[in-house]
T-cell receptor, first 117, second 113 residues
Framework: GAVVSQHPSRVICKSGTSVKIECRSL??????MFWYRQFPKQSLMLMAT?????????EQGVEKDKFLINHASLTLSTLTVTSAHPEDSSFYIC?????????????FGPGTRLLVL | KQEVTQIPAALSVPEGENLVLNCSFT??????LQWFRQDPGKGLTSLLL?????REQTSGRLNASLDKSSGRSTLYIAASQPGDSATYLC????????????FGKGITLSVRP
């Protein structure tokens, strides 16, 4: 149980275009979802936390107008990278947590590799 | 600001060896600590989670310990196998209102047949 999927797994786009990444919890309802970014040989950095039905909370230094997060249902969150630039190329990973309690485990998706040309 | 450090960045051992991976964190006010495995280009798989009130957790050949006061955790892998080759990440959840996970950079383990 507790499977999280991401789509697409890999995307290549031209600079200036927008890219949408989906994160789905397949067998549980995720009250809270998290979006992380990982550069090569670096640790995962939390970008934002989203709770179903409310606005996402962004970490310091993350542009909310550039990285649009929508958590419209208990099984789906989307991250849209708007006007992507080469420096946005990274590995984006989402995680989902069944409830709002901190002791509950986050379940991670397989990640999406974004390459902006 | 919480910082999580994992040293060394890479480790290579022969098959069958018992090994210890280290993790240290600067702020001992944590809620829990987790060890994850990440295969190249893949997401994270949770291996072990230790609550702040616990000292260790075991799963199969893996044993994780936590010394919160000194800001250290270790992941012990017994009888390593080539299939254990992966990057192992340590992450702590801060105590307090939010549940942000702070990750280390990971240790890339290679187990040679």
């Amino acid at each position: 149980g507790a499977v999280v999927s991401q789509h697409p797994s890999r995307v290549i786009c031209k600079s200036g275009t927008s890219v949408k990444i989906e994160c789905r919890s397949l067998d549980f309802q995720a009250t809270t979802m998290f979006w992380y970014r990982q550069f090569p040989k670096q640790s995962l950095m939390l970008m934002a936390t989203s709770n179903e039905g409310s606005k996402a909370t962004y970490e310091q230094g993350v542009e909310k107008d550039k990285f649009l997060i929508n958590h419209a249902s208990l099984t789906l969150s989307t991250l849209t990278v708007t006007s992507a630039h080469p420096e946005d190329s990274s590995f984006y990973i989402c995680s989902a947590r069944p409830g709002r309690e901190r002791q509950e485990t986050q379940y991670f998706g397989p990640g999406t590799r974004l390459l902006v040309l | 600001k919480q910082e999580v450090t994992q040293i060394p960045a890479a480790l290579s051992v022969p098959e069958g060896e018992n090994l210890v991976l280290n993790c240290s964190f600067t702020d001992s006010a944590i809620y829990n600590l987790q060890w994850f495995r990440q295969d190249p280009g893949k997401g994270l798989t949770s291996l072990l989670l230790i609550q702040s009130s616990q000292r260790e957790q075991t799963s199969g050949r893996l044993n994780a310990s936590l010394d919160k006061s000194s800001g250290r955790s270790t992941l012990y892998i017994a009888a390593s196998q080539p299939g254990d080759s992966a990057t192992y990440l340590c992450a702590v959840t801060l105590a307090g209102a939010n549940s942000k996970l702070t990750f280390g950079k990971g240790i890339t383990l290679s187990v040679r047949p």
